[in-house]
């Protein structure tokens, strides 16, 4: 605990927190996938595959949200070597918001953005289909 009172205005550490967090949501999708998540993705489906659709929105939104996460890390480690510490209170916030967006993000977050935007694409292919 004391780490954390003693650093809880290190742009540094905070930086390294942000890190952590953004290298989690990239690499945790990648371990826990299911061999039936693999085996539906690679199947073959008349016009095209939703399995991989769905896939990959997923893997983009992940890629796009941990990149950004990562992005923050760096820019609070900049300004931690420029010697620069934030208010007690913006700090607190940075420290409090990452954790609560990540945990959003996977609770609720990920799940409507990729069934939104593989639905739009699924539909667009529909169209497709049918114009040709």
Known sequence: MDILINNI????????FWDGFGI????VPAFFR?????????????????????NKVSSRIDITIGSLLLLGGF???????LDLTPDSIV??????????FV?????????WFVNRW???????????????
């Open 9 to 16: 205005q290190n742009y540094s550490a905070l930086g390294l």
């Open 24 to 27: 989690f949501v990239l690499g």
């Open 34 to 54: 299911a061999r039936k998540d693999i085996a539906t993705e690679s199947g073959t489906y008349f016009d095209f595959n939703p399995y991989e659709i769905r």
């Open 75 to 81: 820019i609070f480690q900049f300004l931690g070597s």
């Open 91 to 100: 700090a607190i916030f940075y420290w409090v918001f990452c954790p609560v």
């Open 103 to 111: 945990i959003y993000y996977y609770l609720l977050g990920k799940v």
């Open 118 to 132: 593989a639905s739009e694409i699924e539909k667009t292919l529909r169209d497709r289909e049918k114009d040709s």
